[in-house]
């Protein structure tokens, strides 16, 4: 099934030049309306009229996460803010939040691409859709939101988490497909099957799209058995609209990207140097429609190739194989993503902790974690030791979904670096 059968299986030739005419258009655009761009450019001597193919790409400058937060808020604004529509923001992983503005065509391309992605996989307006993601600043929810609502489903936002409410509208609205994180897709099904329930049976279910976090084959596997569904990878970040970026077709093998709006490449991480197809590297993506805010060659950090064999279902965009993880510092255990930053923020949001700590990963996905007490954190009381230990876990799994071991140890004990600080300590052996 097809949402826009002409430009899902339009021959390459045409859309490559599809692509470079809008590539070139948006190299006009950001030089004459974006300042950050314009120096850019200036500094690189270089001119839209440059660019009269797409190998010329590779003359543009990258884009950065830094220099989104560097830009914050409207400083990579290509129109006027009364021109813009929508918010959303990306928190990343320290610092200022990334500010994406969406003018009115941001917004109805973005659901458009959720659109094609959805149909992709066999949705219908007669699905039950059940958004499981988070709405708000995130893009993960609100944007295909939309694009099922376009397709004509029943969407119900019910927001992530509270597994009883989440299950008790699976039964009173029939609900067909599901979006979802990966983790949480895997903590629901355990859920319903202590609850008792037979989800192939009692349960209308029959789909989900999993995305916003890096997960294995097995995991989708476990999914698929568990609830007795087809699970999609749905890949995106907030810089290219959020999800709807590259998805999975019925034949579950790579992730069409929609190359009509976005130009892809794939670089090696240190030098930047581009990788041919199938080769593993950071994969950078140009923006080829976007209105508000288009971005050239942004450094998504994410590790994955480009399959360019035809596939199976027609459609001719190439496909993403799965994101095997990030060129930055993110930490992946026991199938979670986690950063560093989001253990500080629990741990010095906490009372009674002094400021060092480490993780340490051991053995088969082990984290542990030691944390020096506040120098006037402890009354010499065993108990009250226990309890703080208890309560960082606590904290820790419900931010980072893993629940480590945590060590509390004298003040100032723990190794002190010059510069920046080594929090992480990987010994695992996978
Ligand atoms: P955000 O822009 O905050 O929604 O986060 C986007 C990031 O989430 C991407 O850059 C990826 O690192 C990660 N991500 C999203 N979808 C997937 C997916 N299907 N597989 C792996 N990682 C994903
Ligand atoms: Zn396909």
């Given at each position: 099934m097809f949402w826009d059968h002409a430009i899902e299986t339009l021959d390459r030739a045409s859309l490559r030049q599809l692509q470079l005419k809008r590539l070139q258009a948006t190299v006009r655009r950001v030089a004459r309306k974006v300042s950050f761009y314009r120096e850019q450019f200036s500094q690189a001597r270089l001119?839209?009229?440059?660019?009269?193919?797409?190998?010329?790409?590779?003359?543009l400058p990258f884009t950065t996460s830094a220099d989104l937060r560097a830009n914050?808020?409207?400083?990579?604004?290509?129109?006027?803010?009364?021109?813009?529509?929508r918010l959303h923001t990306s928190s990343g992983t320290t610092g200022k939040p990334k500010a994406l503005f969406f003018s009115r065509q941001d917004v109805a391309n973005a659901a458009e691409l959720c659109a094609r992605c959805l149909v992709m996989t066999g949705?219908?307006?007669r699905d039950v859709f059940q958004n499981m993601m988070t709405y708000g600043l995130f893009t993960g929810a609100l944007v295909t939101h939309y694009g099922a609502e376009k397709v004509g489903c029943l969407v119900?936002?019910?927001?992530?988490?509270n597994s009883e409410r989440q299950l008790l509208l699976m039964q009173d609205f029939r609900t067909t497909v599901f979006h979802i994180t990966p983790s949480y897709a895997l903590y629901f099904a355990d859920f319903l099957e202590k609850r008792g329930i037979n989800a192939r049976r009692e349960l209308a279910l029959r789909k989900a799209f999993v995305g916003a976090e890096p997960h294995t084959e097995e995991t989708r596997g476990k999914i698929e058995q568990a609830l007795g569904i087809e699970v999609y990878n749905s890949y995106g970040l907030s810089e290219m609209?959020?999800?709807?970026v590259a998805f999975e077709c019925e034949h579950k093998q790579g992730m069409h990207v929609w190359e009509d709006n976005f130009l892809v490449e794939i670089i090696d991480?240190?030098?930047?140097e581009p990788l041919p197809d199938g080769e593993m590297g950071e994969l950078v993506m140009t923006t080829l429609?976007?209105?508000?805010m288009p971005l050239l060659?942004?450094?998504?950090r994410d590790i994955t190739s480009v399959n360019p064999e035809p596939c199976a279902c027609g459609r001719t965009h190439r496909r993403l194989n799965?994101?095997?993880?990030?060129?930055?510092?993110m930490l992946i255990v026991r199938g979670v993503n986690i950063y560093p930053q989001q253990i500080e923020r629990v741990l010095m949001g906490?009372?009674?902790?002094?400021r060092n700590y480490v993780i340490q990963l051991e053995g088969l996905d082990e984290m542990i974690i030691k944390v020096e007490l506040a120098?006037?954190?402890?009354?010499?009381?065993v108990e009250h030791l226990v309890r703080l230990q208890t309560k960082i876990a606590e904290r820790l799994r419900a931010e980072i979904l893993v629940k480590p071991q945590v060590e509390l140890v004298p003040p100032a004990t723990l190794p002190v670096s010059e510069g920046?600080?080594?929090r992480v300590i990987d010994n695992r052996k996978l």
């Open positions: 001119r839209p009229s440059h660019i009269g193919a797409l190998a010329d790409v590779r003359r914050y808020p409207t400083g990579l604004l290509a129109v006027g803010l009364e021109d813009t529509l949705v219908t307006r119900i936002p019910a927001g992530p988490g609209n959020g999800p709807g991480p240190q030098t930047g429609r976007r209105e508000a060659r942004y450094r998504t799965r994101i095997t993880g990030r060129s930055d510092d906490t009372p009674g902790i002094g120098e006037a954190g402890f009354d010499g009381q920046k600080a080594k």
